[in-house]
């Protein structure tokens, strides 16, 4: 069984699939944490964000797993190194759409997502997993909520690390990063027709996690 989470930033994905997959015993994978490894080895290894051939090759060469770390934690290592914390700055935050928007980017990354899902039992969250690189899925689920709870949520999770970004700021950014991830050409976010939508506001990841429990169970 292959399950397909996609939906905008903030909508509850990662922590969504993490908990369904440890629940199922399905392995994890994280599209966006590899979007997100791209933008930052380029950034960190002076690689224009503009050169889509030298991101092209950064994508080609990318080898990615994940590991559950501790107070279970996916650990994201890209080449060898730890990269958990690093993926989730700011900086990579703003420019992350900027790199997914490149054509060879994505076809190298779909292409790792597909055989990362060869093996089956995989709950695989993102933008494009039911629409494009697992259009087979056995079960698709489009989260969304408001911009504003969507900004909350990111509010939450960044002030414990240090970041003066203020709420306005994420409402803000959210903002931008839905505009230029739903009008990109290649592989925007769209919900597929046979996507099960489900509207997080005000839920807890529990509750959404019971729902999707229950629609495999055929409820
Ligand atoms: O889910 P996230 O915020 O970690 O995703 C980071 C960026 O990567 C986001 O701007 C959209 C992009 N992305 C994508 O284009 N396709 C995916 N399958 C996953 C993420």
Known sequence: MLIAIDGPAGAGKSTVARKLAGLLGYNYVDTGAMYRAVTLIALTSNVSIHDTE?????????????????????????????????????????????????????????????????LGQVVMDGRDIGTVVLPEAGMKI???????????????????????????????????RDILDASREIA??????????????????????????SLLRGG
């Open 54 to 118: 030298a991101l092209t090759r950064l994508a080609e060469e990318l080898e990615i797993r994940f590991e559950r770390g501790a107070n279970d934690e996916t650990l994201v290592i890209a080449n060898g190194r730890d990269v958990t914390r690093d993926i989730r700055t700011p900086e990579v935050s703003r420019f992350v759409s900027l790199v997914a928007q490149v054509p060879g980017v994505r076809g190298h990354l779909t292409d790792k997502q597909r055989t990362m899902a060869g």
């Open 142 to 176: 489009f989260l969304t909520a408001t911009v504003e709870e969507r900004a909350r949520r990111r509010f939450f999770e960044t002030a414990g690390e240090g970041y003066s970004i203020s709420l306005q700021d994420h409402i803000d950014e959210i903002g931008t």
């Open 188 to 213: 925007p976010l769209v919900q597929a027709p046979d996507a099960v939508v489900i509207d997080t506001t005000g839920k807890d990841p529990d509750q959404v996690v019971e729902l999707i429990l």
